[in-house]
């Protein structure tokens, strides 16, 4: 956990720092095989897959490029709104790649399947997704994700680049976040 004592915030560690890098050790290695020979480019959403993309970008073998978009469908709560607003656009050209758009954690899902959609339409080669959490129970929308790291129960998670609140970004583990606190 570590990042100060926040032990009364959180209701218990979902997913350790060591289970996060043993997954993306091994999800690096089907991606570097999978994607051998071809023109990759990651493509990380901000700010909550920030964590994962500097792990999971070195734990691959070969050089490869990264890009960012920042969207919006929060706001500051805990339930997405589906309403998706760009505010940081890439600054890559798509064209031809095979873009692996890296994803902290799939919820509804209405994030990801705007990205998808909003992607499909600038000329990529391919588009799959690498979402490192991802909560089954609350898909509204069905999003093809290629990779996955860790399927989890319903609740509300902090910690590895995830935020309640622009808090908790920097714990090292995967948390649920008590009640009390966003209640
Ligand atoms: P979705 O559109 O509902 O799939 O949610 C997309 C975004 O909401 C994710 O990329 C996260 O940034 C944020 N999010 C969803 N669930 C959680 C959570 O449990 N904790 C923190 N952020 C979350
Ligand atoms: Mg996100």
Redesign the pocket.
């Known amino acids: 956990m570590r990042a100060a004592d926040v032990s009364s915030d959180i209701t218990r560690v979902l997913v350790t720092e060591e289970e996060i890098r043993t997954k993306l050790d091994d999800i690096a290695a089907q991606v570097a095989s999978d994607y051998d020979g071809k023109d990759l480019l990651l493509v990380g959403?901000l700010?909550?897959?920030v964590m994962v993309m500097a792990d999971f970008s070195r734990a691959l073998p070969t050089l490869v490029p990264m890009d960012w978009m920042a969207v919006s469908?929060?706001g500051a709560g805990?339930k997405?709104s589906?309403v998706?607003q760009i505010r940081k656009d890439l600054d890559t050209d798509l064209h031809g790649k095979h873009v692996l758009i890296v994803?902290?954690?799939?919820?509804?899902?209405?994030?990801?399947s705007?990205l998808l959609e909003n992607f499909a339409s600038r000329g990529a080669a391919s588009v799959e997704v690498f979402a490192l959490?991802r909560?089954p129970e609350?898909a509204?929308v069905v999003?093809h994700c290629k990779y996955v790291g860790f399927d989890i129960p319903t609740?509300?998670?902090?910690g590895y680049g995830?935020?309640?609140a622009e808090k908790y970004r920097n714990l090292r583990d995967v948390a649920i976040?008590a009640p009390h606190v966003y209640a």
């Open positions: 959403v700010k909550g897959a469908s929060y805990t997405s589906g998706v994803e902290d954690i799939i919820d509804s899902g209405l994030t990801l705007w959490l909560k609350a509204k999003v609740e509300f998670v902090v995830l935020d309640y976040l």
